[in-house]
């Protein structure tokens, strides 16, 4: 998207970033189920934690500190040829990047994050992705992982032709870019691949602090390599590299018993390409009571479909 800070710093509509909404979404929920209690974090890598702390300084009532975030490793980017470390004198921030959403999970564990919300009593955790404006934390979604039993829950879609980069839930992989070579990209046969992980995640926090004991401090995800990527996202003739990266969806395959659940698109609107942002600011969507954004009910549950021209867009300079 051209981004040289947070996504989540976008404005969105009514003068709302995605993280004035996020913010004003828990406090609507605080407030209408008396949920004081309630705790509300961002992961944040090291580009993005500055600017989003700042950003949320007139939510007080969410929290500061270790209470707000905890910031994700970074790894080092690796040259294309030669598979070395990445060097860029010129701006030694740009050899290094943020290890996927999957780096959720150890950060967690090596933050001290996952002992401190455990001592509290937290047991249960919803994750979205805060370009999703449609995840919210559903009660009776909770109520039905809480009374299922299950250590990890997926909210999966019905794909559309939308969805042609969406990781589809079946062996292949979390993603199209986690397939093993030799695999064709099937994401866009919608009547093979019917659905897709949305990366709204429901986790029992007392299994995954069980399955890091059983597993020496890691979970055994499975890695993947982004190409065709410059050390510098900006300068296209900078050295060619490669990002490994994990998925936090891919952790269904850790937890023995983990379930999916297809929920509706209204809890599926991210926001990912300057095409998305351009849809989501359309009359397509409308904003709700809760703050939450959502797919008028004439579109049937069906997004629109947008495609600029590659002049709107920078692979590669997405902040996280």
């Given at each position: 998207?051209?981004?040289?800070?947070a996504?989540s710093?976008?404005?969105v509509?009514?003068?709302?970033?995605?993280?004035d909404?996020?913010?004003?979404?828990v406090e609507?929920?605080k407030k209408?189920?008396?949920?004081?209690?309630?705790?509300f974090?961002l992961?944040?890598?090291f580009?993005?934690?500055?600017?989003?702390?700042?950003a949320?300084?007139?939510?007080?009532?969410?929290?500061?500190?270790?209470?707000l975030?905890?910031?994700?490793?970074?790894?080092?980017?690796?040259?294309?040829?030669?598979?070395k470390?990445?060097?860029?004198?010129?701006?030694?921030s740009?050899?290094?990047?943020?290890?996927?959403?999957?780096?959720?999970?150890?950060?967690?564990?090596?933050?001290?994050?996952?002992?401190r919300?455990?001592?509290?009593g937290v047991?249960?955790?919803?994750v979205s992705?805060?370009?999703?404006?449609?995840?919210?934390l559903?009660?009776?979604l909770?109520?039905?992982?809480?009374?299922s039993?299950?250590?990890f829950?997926?909210?999966?879609?019905?794909?559309?032709?939308?969805?042609?980069?969406?990781g589809?839930?079946?062996?292949?992989?979390?993603?199209?870019?986690?397939?093993p070579?030799g695999?064709?990209p099937v994401?866009?046969?919608?009547s093979?691949?019917?659905?897709?992980?949305?990366?709204n995640?429901?986790v029992h926090?007392g299994?995954l602090?069980?399955l890091?004991?059983q597993?020496?401090?890691?979970?055994?995800?499975p890695?993947a390599?982004?190409?065709?990527?410059?050390?510098d996202?900006?300068d296209?003739?900078?050295?060619?590299?490669i990002?490994?990266?994990?998925?936090?969806?891919?952790a269904?395959?850790?937890?023995a018993?983990?379930?999916?659940i297809?929920?509706?698109?209204s809890?599926f609107a991210p926001?990912?390409?300057?095409?998305?942002?351009?849809?989501?600011?359309?009359d397509?969507?409308?904003?709700?009571?809760?703050?939450?954004?959502?797919l008028?009910?004439e579109?049937?549950?069906v997004?629109?479909?947008?495609?600029?021209?590659?002049m709107?867009?920078?692979?590669?300079?997405?902040?996280?």
């Open positions: 998207m051209g981004l040289d800070k996504k710093l976008l404005q509509t009514d003068g709302n970033s995605f993280l909404l996020i913010a004003k979404q609507w929920m209408t189920y008396n949920m004081p209690d309630l705790k974090m992961m944040n890598s580009s993005t934690s500055a600017d989003t702390l700042a949320l300084g007139k939510y007080s009532a969410l929290g500061t500190g270790d209470d975030e905890f910031v994700q490793n970074k790894a080092p980017k690796v040259t294309a040829k030669g598979l470390p990445a060097e860029w004198p010129a701006d030694p740009h050899e290094w990047c943020p290890p996927g959403h999957g780096d959720l999970y150890p950060a967690m564990l090596g933050s001290g994050t996952l002992d919300l455990l001592a509290k047991k249960y955790m919803f992705n805060s370009d999703n404006l449609g995840a919210t559903d009660l009776k909770l109520t039905h992982f809480a009374q039993g299950a250590p829950l997926m909210e999966v879609a019905a794909r559309t032709d939308a969805d042609k980069k969406g589809e839930t079946g062996r292949l992989g979390e993603s199209t870019w986690q397939r070579p695999h064709a994401a866009p046969d919608t093979k691949y019917r659905y897709f992980n949305t990366n995640l429901w926090l299994k602090k069980e890091f004991d597993n020496a401090g890691a979970l055994p995800l890695a390599g982004i190409a065709n990527l410059t050390v996202p900006r296209k003739a900078s050295t060619k590299v990002q490994l990266e994990t998925a936090m969806g891919a269904i395959s850790c937890f018993g983990a379930q999916a297809q929920i509706p698109r809890r926001v990912k390409k300057t095409d998305d942002l351009l849809a989501l600011r359309s397509a969507y409308r904003l709700t009571e809760d703050f939450r954004i959502e008028i009910p579109r049937n549950g997004p629109p479909l947008v495609k600029l021209d590659d709107y867009k920078l692979p590669g300079t997405d902040c996280g």
